[in-house]
């Protein structure tokens, strides 16, 4: 496949995704939102002393807030992305409860300038799609992969998404990291890396 076409798919796939997930409704989002979070807190390991990398939920992707809240309650280390410019990997921030929020491009919020950067163990990450494989489809701009790339070590890639985010395959460059899981209102699923044979079934 040319670069072209490669590209052209990829397009085509995004525009799909975002109008399947603005099919889903406002009730079925909230209660899609909790039983994620009670699916992650059940199906994933986080150890005490690791730091998790959440997001602040814009549009209509599912609302990480209440993962957000249940981890920082249970005294998990928290950080958020900032967005530093177009072509630069975000800055990770922690954030400490009861301190304020500021605007960090695309609808988003961040912690404050002086927040210390960090290095997360486990990235959740938003998405527009994603299928049996692990393989991420997101908005193009390609944040997330130059974050990933940039990170000292590899943190546990956690995708967050609604279970009718799911397609049937989605082509992967050189430069797509693969998720190692994936969260939604359905459970958790591990995905195979290339030791493994497939991928598990949600639960």
Known sequence: ???????????????????????????????????????????????????????????DEIDCRPLLARLMDGGQAVCLPVVEGDDAPLLLRLWEAGTPLYPSGFGTLAPVE???????????????????????????????????????????????AFAAQEVPAIPRAPHDVPLDLIVTEHGVRRFARPADAEPEPSS
């Not at 799609?129 to 956690?158: K, Q, S």
């Open 114 to 160: 002086t927040a210390p950067v960090a290095v997360p163990d486990i990235m959740v990450i938003p998405l527009l799609g994603f299928d049996r494989m692990g393989t991420r489809l997101g908005y193009g701009r390609g944040y997330y992969d130059r974050t990933i790339a940039n990170l000292p070590r590899r943190p546990l890639l956690v995708g967050y």
């Open 1 to 59: 496949m040319t670069d072209i076409a490669f590209e052209a798919e990829k397009a085509l796939l995004r525009d799909r995704a975002r109008a399947q997930r603005a099919r889903i409704s406002t009730g079925d989002r909230a209660a899609a939102a909790r039983a994620a979070a009670s699916h992650f807190g059940e199906g994933v390991e986080v150890p005490p002393d690791a730091v998790v990398a959440l997001y602040w939920p814009i549009r």
